[in-house]
């Protein structure tokens, strides 16, 4: 028996080693089967391909997959890969239960897919001939993805898993924009006219083409099989498709009914906070009221897009500074702030946050929506910032791509929503800290956006698990927020299209203060806001309760 522990400590290199090839093994395949993604990291090997969306090959990466995982569980525990390995076995488990779902078949909703391709050709680095040459082949390789696309919708389709008409209806003019503003010939507006041309030939030959049968396909065939309910509840396996996606996305095993009364507690307690920011306002009236004051009144918004994206940007610039007060480590690359394309602004969210390319050859990015600036009011920008661009999203997801020391797929795949938006919902709080609300309508905007993911609890698992109408959820989050009515309606009917996806940012929100509250608590005078924040973000994303255990393990040591 003396022996064991001995015999465990020699074996753990050997397994570690195995371990590590297993990781590097996998990281390959997912460039190669993700060739998209390999793009983004920088990788040029795939560059003149698409994801083989076909049958055959779905399959072979299921089985291999499934292989992987077998392999990870084959090999000894080694304690210094634990949470290498819990990371792991995490994603490669759900990549294969959301196979197993079904839910390839349902590869488009109003904000993410591929009516969307054009946008690939912003986040890739045009350096010389061949990444134009490569970006031709894709091109021209376009019609064979977007027809497996319509094979995968078709079998969706015969499976009654299909998405709701009230997202779908969205995105044949979202084709049309795309085809009258031609996004896809943007990158050679500096070639020379010989290569100009012959995009522009591939573009109307190929890729206009296929779009147009998507169109097609949608408005006449996808479109009248579709729900005219809003949930997923109407799926054949809608309750257990909603229970993976609410385990999946929160990292917990939280249930539907529990996250509700978790949102239905959090939209109380905000709403009593907003009642005495309100009143340091000097406003008399009551809470509705001032939330159309704050909807309608002129001196809230800038006249102008132009006007409105200086804002973002100064906004930005204000931050940056006083981050040193909060962290002891930030990340080396930069981020910029740029407008959200205008063919997609329509559609889509207030802002969102580009990640960095993974060979540093693109820097992160703060898109923000210039789309009816009268509707973009100036008292939610400096928390949208905070969550977005620094010490949220960018921030976070640059951090976790300069962790030299941990496995690429953690470094640049990992992306648990819980943890991940979770983060950037509470940099959003840390406003107060750093000294960037100091005025009372800056304050109700956190408060605004802190009820926005507070209301997304109640919502989502209202539509989804409730069987609550699409007004249903439009009325009560108009009534707890003073967001736009084209802002809220753009929410609801991205929850509609995402399901579960809105319910990882309170949720991992409330973990992370609930871990700084033990902290501060455990360590007392020696707690340092600083190392905790260095702790939180050297895990890069991972499970809230591999989160959970890290922070654990910094508070009781020494």
């Not at 995968?152 to 969205?170: A, D, T, Y």
């Not at 010989?194 to 206009?208: G, S």
């Not at 905007?445 to 009820?451: C, H, N, R, V």
């Not at 009325?475 to 309606?489: G, H, I, K, Q, W």
Request: hydrophobic share 40%.
């Amino acid at each position: 028996m003396r022996l064991a522990p001995l015999v465990f400590a020699l074996a753990w290199p050997l397994a570690a080693q195995k371990l590590e090839k297993l990781f590097e093994q996998e990281w390959e395949r997912s460039l190669r089967i993700s060739p998209i993604f390999a793009s983004t990291m920088g990788e040029r090997r795939y560059a003149q391909r698409w994801p083989d969306l076909s049958p055959a090959a779905l399959e072979r990466d299921y089985k291999d997959t499934k292989a992987a995982l077998a392999r990870l569980r084959s090999l000894p525990a080694v304690p210094a890969e634990a949470v290498n390995r819990a990371v792991f076995e995490r994603m490669l488990s759900e990549q294969l239960e959301e196979y197993e779902l079904g839910w390839r078949f349902v590869p488009i909703n109003m904000r993410d897919g591929i009516q969307n391709t054009a946008e690939l050709a912003n986040l890739l680095p045009f350096r010389d001939e061949r990444d134009y040459r490569d970006w031709l082949a894709r091109l021209r390789a376009f019609p064979v993805y977007l027809d497996q696309t319509i094979v995968l919708m078709r079998e969706g389709m015969r499976r009654k898993l299909v998405q709701p008409k009230i997202v779908m209806q969205r995105v044949p003019g979202q084709i049309e924009r795309q085809l009258r503003s031609n996004p896809f010939l943007v990158p050679f507006a500096s070639q020379p006219p010989v290569l100009r041309n012959e995009a522009k030939l591939v573009i109307e030959t190929a890729v206009f083409p296929a779009l147009r049968r998507l169109q097609h396909f949608l408005e006449t065939e996808y479109l009248p099989a579709c729900y005219d309910g809003a949930g997923i509840w109407q799926a054949p396996e809608g309750a257990r498709l909603y229970a993976y996606f609410a385990r999946s996305f929160t990292t917990t095993g939280l249930t539907p009914d529990e996250i509700h009364e978790i949102g239905l507690g959090e939209v109380a307690r905000i709403r009593d906070e907003m009642h005495g920011v309100m009143r340091k306002t000097g406003y008399s009236g009551t809470l509705p009221e001032f939330f159309h004051h704050l909807r309608t009144d002129s001196r809230f918004f800038y006249p102008s897009s132009a006007e409105l994206l200086a804002g973002y940007r100064a906004v930005a610039k204000r931050i940056d500074p006083t981050l040193v007060k909060l962290f002891g480590k930030l990340p080396r690359m930069p981020y910029g702030v740029e407008p959200i394309p205008a063919e997609i602004a329509p559609d889509t969210t207030a802002a969102y946050y580009q990640p960095p390319a993974g060979d540093g050859s693109r820097a992160g990015m703060y898109h923000v929506n210039l789309y009816k600036p009268e509707l973009r009011p100036k008292w939610e920008m400096m928390a949208l910032s905070l969550h977005e661009a620094v010490p949220g999203h960018h921030t976070q997801i640059a951090y976790a791509q300069e962790l030299g020391e941990v496995p690429k797929f953690r470094r640049f795949q990992a992306s648990f929503t819980a943890y991940v938006e979770g983060w950037a919902l509470y940099a959003e709080s840390l406003g107060d800290e750093l000294g960037l609300y100091d005025d009372p309508y800056a304050k109700f905007g956190q408060l605004t956006y802190e009820m926005w993911r507070a209301v997304r609890l109640v919502v989502d698992t209202g539509i989804h698990h409730k069987r609550w109408t699409r007004q249903q959820a439009i009325d009560y989050f108009l009534a707890n927020a003073p967001r736009s009515e084209l802002d809220v309606t753009n929410e609801i009917d991205r929850y509609i299209g995402w399901p579960g996806q809105a319910l990882g940012y309170k949720i991992g929100e409330l973990k992370i203060k609930a871990l700084r509250r033990r902290a501060e608590a455990k360590r007392g005078a020696r707690f340092e806001v600083r190392a905790f924040h260095d702790v939180v973000l050297s895990t890069g994303a991972v499970p809230l309760d591999v989160l959970e255990k890290r922070v654990e393990e910094w508070m009781n040591a020494n």
